[in-house]
């Protein structure tokens, strides 16, 4: 299930074009950004990276706030951090060579 941005009054269950999330969803499915991809996430590169390596591991859920995560979403929030994970020990491994 794939986010949309979408224009509404109702903003608890739409994102407004204006929002920033609605630019995280673009680059969600731009393959120019994409670092890594699942069934469950997508892995993008930070726009204003803060790190020389910054990435944002997004679900593909649709969860709109941090107030919406639940205890049925341990697995997801499990494999993300198991993805961001790989990805330092990757990064990690490629410094060194």
Known sequence: MKRKAESNTNKSTTLSKSHWSAGLLKSMEDPECIVKEDDKIVVIK???PKA??????????????????????????THMHDVAHGLVENQTDHEFM
């Open 46 to 48: 930070d726009k204003y």
């Open 52 to 77: 020389q390596f910054h990435y944002l591991v997004l679900p593909k859920e649709n969860i709109h706030s941090i107030w919406q995560v639940k205890r049925n979403h341990q697995d997801l929030l």
